[in-house]
């Protein structure tokens, strides 16, 4: 999502503006809001241009959009290019995360943080391409993102996260991060032009503290 601008003291001396290691990281490195985060095999960060090439092409897979809320299908360039475009201006949700490899930082999904109207709840959602499904990122990811939104943002007491119900893969990665089913119901889908039955489950501050080892779950 879209970060802080950093400010720069116009009264620094010479040396003091010199363009320090740290400076010429990217800006999303040095928000607050929005860190950068690492797992044991990822790094999750702003979508760049760089990425549209291969977020294009993984996304362009009836099977990826049609499990999710609002991914066009078919998925071109151009919605690719968008897609950054928004996350850059603040436009879609509240975090906006490209999940890459550590290894070699090949752009392999996306996740990311929505606020709900209440203040206290956030929804997290995420997708991966394909070739990656089964290899345990998606789960790495959640809980990655999950974590960081617990343990920066004191105000939010819950997170939710829906499923298709026919999305088994992507129940079981919420409940190995430790969410209870709430409720069923229906969601949009922009691929299919319909509604979808879809699944509700919510995590709670006090169950992530219990949990948060994420060893405990099997």
């Known amino acids: 999502m879209q970060g802080e601008l950093l400010r720069v003291d116009q009264s620094r001396s010479p040396r003091e503006g010199q363009v320090s290691s740290e400076e010429r990281l990217r800006p999303e490195r040095l ?29 362009n897979n009836a099977k990826v959009a ?3 809320s609002r991914m066009p ?16 201006k603040g436009e879609i949700g509240k975090c906006v995360y490209a999940i890459t490899k550590a290894e070699n930082g090949a752009f ?12 206290r709840t956030v929804e997290i ?9 089964n290899k345990g990122y998606t789960t790495e990811a959640c809980h990655a993102l999950v974590d960081m939104v617990f343990r920066t943002r004191q105000d939010v007491d819950q997170i939710d996260a829906r499923c298709r119900v026919m999305n ?51």
């Open 168 to 218: 088994v893969a992507s129940r079981r990665v919420i409940q190995k991060c430790g969410f209870q089913f709430q409720g069923s119901g229906l969601a949009a889908s922009l691929a299919l032009g319909s509604n979808v039955p879809v699944e509700w489950y919510r995590l709670d501050r006090k169950t992530w503290m219990s949990l948060r080892s994420w060893g405990n779950i099997a």
């Open 73 to 88: 299908h078919p998925y071109t360039a151009d919605d690719a290019a968008d897609f950054v475009r928004r996350t850059k």
């Open 66 to 68: 049609t499990m999710v």
């Open 31 to 59: 928000r607050t809001d929005c860190p950068v985060l690492l797992s044991e095999r990822l790094v999750m960060r702003a979508p760049h241009e760089e990425d549209i090439d291969a977020l294009a092409h993984l996304a």
């Open 125 to 133: 959602g995420y997708w991966l391409g394909e070739p990656y499904w």
């Open 108 to 119: 392999i999904g996306c996740c990311g943080v929505e606020p709900h109207a209440d203040g």
